[in-house]
Nanobody
Framework: QVQLVESGGGLVQAGGSLRLSCAAS????????MGWFRQAPGKERESVAA????????AYADSVKGRFTISRDNAKNTVYLQMSSLKPEDTAVYYC???????????????WGQGTQVTVSS
């Protein structure tokens, strides 16, 4: 069982940066792959970024490549999403999730946070 809590969302101007954090309560956090997802109004949830258990491997959606960076600090049971060059179309509720299966953008995720709102103004 893993409890995930996102934080760091807020309002930012286009072109700005924001760092999201996802804190996990599970003792076995280091064995889980992690992912960030987002859901904008009127759109389906989409995968944004993924990271394997060690943090040495990452994957990104095409829409955020070069702008977003996923990372993790297993000692702190935390995964991060550093977002730069933000665009209005990045506006969404961002969720973190964990998977005990093979890591990746489209694998099955078992546990989800409640989300944090990111709003990018024009």
């Amino acid at each position: 069982q893993v409890q995930l809590v996102e934080s760091g969302g807020g309002l930012v101007q286009a072109g700005g940066s924001l760092r999201l954090s996802c804190a996990a309560s599970g003792r076995t956090f280091s064995s889980y792959g992690m992912g960030w997802f987002r859901q904008a109004p009127g759109k389906e949830r989409e995968s944004v970024a993924a990271i394997n258990w060690s943090g040495r491997s990452t994957a990104y959606a095409d829409s955020v490549k070069g702008r977003f960076t996923i990372s993790r600090d297993n000692a702190k049971n935390t995964v991060y999403l550093q977002m730069s060059s933000l665009k209005p179309e990045d506006t969404a509720v961002y969720y973190c999730a964990s998977t005990s299966a093979t890591w990746g953008l489209s694998v099955k995720y078992d546990y989800w946070g409640q989300g944090t709102q990111v709003t990018v103004s024009s």
